[in-house]
T-cell receptor, first 111, second 113 residues
Framework: EDQVTQSPEALRLQEGESSSLNCSYT??????LFWYRQDPGKGPEFLFT???AGEEKEKERLKATLTKKESFLHITAPKPEDSATYLCAVQIIGNTGKLIFGQGTTLQVKP | DGGITQSPKYLFRKEGQNVTLSCEQNLNHDAMYWYRQDPGQGLRLIYYSQIVNDFQKGDIAEGYSVSREKKESFPLTVTSAQKNPTAFYLC????????????FGPGTRLLVL
């Protein structure tokens, strides 16, 4: 069964304390892996798309990487405004348009 | 500004009532989607449409209905058959070729009176 699992469920960091969020996937064939940021009561905001193992993408303090079994979202020197829920989703080959989402990781960054 | 709009932001449903959530996009995307989000759960796909006048059931379509009469619009009706409708509903859109990144609207929170 195709599945996406994110860990940890919740993460508390001090401002400036770098860490990583994990997204593990078990799918028949990966077409793409997506990272989104979601603030409370808002719709998810697109961050990155990764397509193949070894690929990396960066945006400000965020860096996403992809292997054949998982993706990491690295947060370097986070600030309180990085506090949000981060969602991972995968699109499977042959399953046009459909995304499978993980449950998300809720990040809190304290000043 | 291109984007996706959803209305209303909050919606209250009475017992036995059908309610309709609006979703409009001006991104010229062919595909549109409806998701349901419950606390502690990932987004779950309700319905999706890749072209006007055609749509497919997602994983949790029971108790919901949709229409796609225009490219820009994809309304979702929550029927009285949906026994647990309280949730956050998200609409998204994407292209159907190349990078199919889905872009989301701001959401509608549905509450039962």
């Amino acid at each position: 069964e195709d599945q996406v699992t994110q860990s940890p469920e919740a993460l508390r960091l001090q401002e400036g304390e770098s860490s990583s969020l994990n997204c593990s996937y078990t799918v028949s064939g990966l077409r793409g892996l997506f990272w989104y940021r979601q603030d409370p009561g808002k719709g998810p905001e697109f961050l990155f798309t990764l397509y193949s193992a070894g690929e990396e993408k960066e945006k400000e303090r965020l860096k996403a990487t992809l292997t054949k079994k998982e993706s990491f979202l690295h947060i370097t020197a986070p600030k309180p405004e990085d506090s949000a829920t981060y969602l991972c989703a995968v699109q499977i080959i042959g399953n046009t348009g459909k995304l499978i989402f993980g449950q998300g990781t809720t990040l809190q960054v304290k000043p | 500004d291109g984007g996706i709009t959803q209305s209303p932001k909050y919606l209250f449903r009475k017992e036995g009532q059908n309610v309709t959530l609006s979703c409009e996009q001006n991104l010229n995307h062919d595909a549109m989607y409806w998701y349901r989000q419950d606390p502690g759960q990932g987004l779950r796909l309700i319905y999706y449409s890749q072209i006007v006048n055609d749509f497919q059931k997602g994983d949790i379509a029971e108790g919901y209905s949709v229409s796609r009469e225009k490219k820009e619009s994809f309304p979702l009706t929550v029927t009285s058959a949906q026994k647990n409708p309280t949730a956050f509903y998200l609409c998204a859109s994407s292209t159907t070729s190349g990078v199919e990144t889905q872009y989301f609207g701001p959401g509608t929170r549905l509450l039962v009176l």
